[in-house]
């Protein structure tokens, strides 16, 4: 039996993936689980683009591959997206890459740019798929620490200068998964100006850009001037739209830097099932319908989370954005033991904050997928934990 890479030995363990297997033994027990893990909403897309996946999936056409042309019509609504919702021009065929899901594309672009030596700088606590594209393309992760008291910002300038000269790419992603911090917008232009002085790739994770409250509008980092020669933007249908498994996302950037992710990804799939690309096209032409409702009855799950965790003594600020609260944790708590103590003592799934690196520690992390009611009483489980732990006894 040959040995596996090494490279697979330095990958973290994605938690996320062990949980449904977790939550699967204790509902075979009876107990009643509540899941506030994967950012993975328990709501329905939209009427119009089930509609349109039904009509597409009977079309002898759209079983076919779609190689990385995919549905013309879907670069071309992604296009038109761009520009209506930021002011924002990109060619459909040139500067649009279709991906099967934000997070295939972000895994992937690490194979077009890193070299074995290369560096790419990680936002820690951040999206496992940066370090994993890294790791697996035997790129090497320098980890930058986010912390709050400089509001979870990455800031270049205090990465090494020796770092810094091998350093091919930088992941942003605000707002942020996971401590749902934003990026003031000069913030972005000293990072998109540092990221040319250093002909660093700036990788814009912008997931959560329509998963905003308050009358919060997150920018495109191509808002931002000089983006375009240095920034790849990443955007996904599965938190704006209840779309997580559908698996569809798209990434824009200038010719040169898109068809380098395009050229990845023609060795390593066919893009996505056209049908799946038709029904996004719905979505996308129907936002104004959909997300500000959607958006409303996640503005009640967070207020919900807000006051049921602070009730339960967790101190959270109140996120702008993303369907995520960043709960502190008692110093010294270990947020591992205290999100495995939660689930297999009360059935509550969250996230400790090391799942998304050790700068990750202190935090726990609860996403506000489901209703206000099942919220509240995840917080009540929570609470008793909690002074568990206050009391020694835990
Ligand atoms: C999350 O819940 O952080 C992600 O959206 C799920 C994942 O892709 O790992």
């Given at each position: 039996?040959?040995?596996r890479a090494?490279?697979l030995?330095?990958l973290?363990?994605?938690l996320?993936?062990?949980?449904p297997?977790?939550k699967?033994e204790?509902?075979?027990?009876?107990?009643?689980?509540?899941?506030?893990?994967?950012?993975?909403?328990?709501?329905?897309p939209p009427?119009?683009?089930?509609e349109?996946?039904?009509?597409?999936?009977?079309?002898?056409?759209?079983?076919?591959?779609?190689?990385?042309?995919?549905?013309?019509?879907?670069?071309?609504?992604?296009?038109?997206?761009?520009q209506?919702?930021f002011?924002?021009?990109?060619?459909?065929?040139?500067?649009v890459?279709?991906?099967i899901?934000s997070?295939?594309?972000?895994?992937h672009?690490?194979?077009?740019?890193?070299?074995?030596?290369?560096?790419?700088?990680?936002?820690e606590?951040?999206?496992p798929?940066?370090i994993g594209?890294?790791?697996l393309?035997?790129?090497?992760?320098?980890?930058?620490?986010?912390?709050?008291?400089t509001?979870?910002?990455?800031e270049?300038?205090?990465?090494?200068?020796?770092?810094?000269?091998?350093?091919?790419?930088?992941?942003?992603?605000?707002p942020?998964?996971p401590?749902?911090?934003?990026?003031?917008?000069?913030?972005?232009?000293?990072?998109?100006?540092?990221c040319?002085?250093?002909?660093?790739?700036?990788?814009y994770?912008?997931?959560?850009?329509?998963?905003?409250?308050?009358?919060y509008?997150?920018?495109?980092?191509?808002?931002?001037?000089?983006?375009?020669?240095?920034?790849?933007?990443?955007?996904?249908?599965?938190k704006?739209y209840?779309?997580?498994?559908?698996?569809?996302?798209?990434?824009?950037?200038?010719?040169?830097?898109?068809?380098?992710?395009a050229?990845v990804k023609?060795?390593?799939?066919?893009?996505?099932?056209?049908?799946?690309?038709?029904?996004?096209?719905?979505?996308?032409?129907?936002?104004?319908?959909?997300?500000p409702?959607?958006l409303?009855?996640?503005?009640e799950r967070?207020?919900?989370?807000?006051?049921a965790?602070?009730?339960?003594?967790?101190s959270c600020?109140?996120?702008?954005?993303t369907m995520?609260?960043?709960?502190?944790?008692?110093?010294?708590m270990?947020?591992?033991v205290?999100?495995?103590?939660?689930?297999?003592?009360e059935?509550?799934?969250?996230?400790?904050?090391s799942?998304?690196g050790?700068?990750?520690?202190?935090?726990v992390?609860?996403s506000?997928?489901t209703?206000?009611?099942?919220?509240?009483e995840?917080?009540?489980r929570?609470?008793?934990?909690?002074?568990?732990?206050?009391?020694?006894?835990?």
């Amino acid at each position: 039996m040959p040995e596996r890479a090494q490279k697979l030995s330095e990958l973290p363990v994605y938690l996320l993936a062990s949980i449904p297997h977790k939550k699967r033994e204790l509902q075979a027990r009876g107990i009643d689980v509540i899941d506030l893990g994967a950012g993975d909403a328990d709501l329905s897309p939209p009427p119009r683009a089930m509609e349109a996946l039904k009509r597409a999936v009977h079309e002898p056409a759209m079983q076919r591959y779609g190689w990385s042309l995919g549905l013309p019509a879907f670069r071309e609504a992604v296009s038109a997206w761009m520009q209506k919702r930021f002011g924002l021009s990109f060619d459909p065929f040139t500067e649009v890459v279709p991906l099967i899901g934000s997070k295939e594309g972000i895994s992937h672009l690490a194979f077009a740019y890193l070299e074995p030596g290369d560096v790419s700088i990680i936002p820690e606590p951040g999206y496992p798929a940066y370090i994993g594209g890294t790791l697996l393309s035997s790129g090497t992760a320098y980890k930058y620490a986010l912390r709050p008291r400089t509001n979870f910002l990455l800031e270049i300038d205090e990465v090494p200068p020796e770092v810094l000269r091998r350093a091919k790419m930088v992941y942003l992603n605000y707002p942020n998964n996971p401590t749902a911090a934003i990026a003031p917008r000069d913030y972005l232009k000293r990072v998109v100006d540092r990221c040319r002085e250093l002909d660093i790739l700036l990788v814009y994770d912008n997931a959560y850009s329509e998963f905003a409250f308050d009358g919060y509008r997150p920018p495109s980092i191509f808002e931002i001037e000089g983006a375009s020669d240095v920034a790849i933007e990443f955007h996904s249908f599965s938190k704006t739209y209840n779309m997580t498994g559908w698996r569809c996302g798209w990434a824009v950037a200038r010719p040169e830097i898109a068809s380098a992710l395009a050229q990845v990804k023609t060795f390593v799939d066919t893009g996505p099932f056209m049908p799946i690309q038709a029904a996004a096209v719905a979505a996308l032409e129907g936002y104004d319908e959909f997300v500000p409702g959607n958006l409303a009855i996640f503005r009640e799950r967070r207020d919900a989370a807000v006051d049921a965790f602070r009730s339960a003594g967790f101190s959270c600020e109140v996120p702008q954005a993303t369907m995520y609260c960043w709960l502190a944790l008692p110093e010294g708590m270990p947020s591992a033991v205290f999100a495995e103590r939660l689930l297999t003592d009360e059935g509550v799934v969250l996230l400790p904050g090391s799942a998304f690196g050790a700068g990750g520690e202190g935090f726990v992390r609860v996403s506000f997928v489901t209703s206000p009611d099942r919220i509240r009483e995840a917080a009540r489980r929570a609470a008793r934990v909690l002074s568990a732990f206050g009391a020694g006894i835990a």
